[in-house]
């Protein structure tokens, strides 16, 4: 069965505190992985996608790296700002989506 | 350029009733999804639409359909509402066959009592 999921579920870091988020998968038929972040009351926005193994890709603080198994969200020097839940999706074979359950992360000052 | 739109933004309902969200997707935009989150169960995937023919479908039950206008908008429908099905209900649009990547909407916030 198909399967995303994301660890831990929440995290609480110092402002600057770097960390790294997880999304591991076992799919069949893999042909994306995304990221999104999502605020209270509001719909997920995109970060990134994700293709193929040893794939990278950064936006400001953040950085998001693909394995065959897991990807992982890596948060350089956070800021309150950054505070959200943290969602991972794949997309397989038939452009079905599954999204794991999000780390909710709180960066304090 | 818009971005994905649902309306209402929140809706009270009671239980039994029935309730029909909507969804305008990016202009050009030919796939549309929903989905229900809620805190338990996460985003869980309910259909998607492209060019008005459901494409796929998650494993809800018959009291949840959807339909997909000739525009590309969409509607998603819930009859005989319960408690339980009170959640946020997401949709997102996108670009269509091979072009990955979905744009959120706000959701619905639906309640039913």
């Known amino acids: 069965e198909d399967q995303v999921t994301q660890s831990p579920e929440a995290l609480r870091l110092q402002e600057g505190e770097s960390s790294s988020l997880n999304c591991s998968y076992t799919?069949?038929?893999?042909?994306?992985l995304f990221w999104y972040r999502q605020d209270p009351g509001k719909g997920p926005e995109f970060l990134f996608t994700l293709y193929s193994a040893g794939e990278e890709k950064e936006k400001e603080r953040l950085k998001a790296t693909l394995t065959k198994k897991e990807s992982f969200l890596h948060i350089t020097a956070p800021k309150p700002e950054d505070s959200a839940t943290y969602l991972c999706?794949?997309?397989?074979?038939?452009?079905?989506?599954?999204f794991g359950t999000g780390t909710s992360l709180t960066v304090i000052p | 350029k818009a971005g994905v739109t649902q309306t209402p933004r929140y809706l009270i309902k009671t239980r039994g009733q029935q309730v029909t969200l909507s969804c305008s997707p990016i202009s050009g935009h030919r796939s549309v999804s929903w989905y229900q989150q809620t805190p338990g169960q996460g985003l869980q995937f309910l259909f998607e639409?492209?060019?008005?023919?459901?494409?796929n479908k998650g494993n809800f039950p018959g009291r949840f359909s959807g339909r997909q206008f000739s525009n590309s908008r969409s509607e998603m429908n819930v009859s005989t509402l319960e408690l339980g099905d009170s959640a946020l209900y997401l949709c997102?649009?996108?670009?269509?066959?091979?072009?990955?990547?979905?744009?959120f909407g706000s959701g619905t916030r639906l309640t039913v009592v």
């Open positions: 999706a794949v997309v397989v074979t038939g452009n079905q989506f599954y």
């Open positions: 997102a649009s996108s670009g269509g066959r091979g072009s990955y990547g979905y744009t």
């Open positions: 799919v069949s038929g893999l042909r994306g």
């Open positions: 639409y492209f060019s008005e023919t459901q494409r």
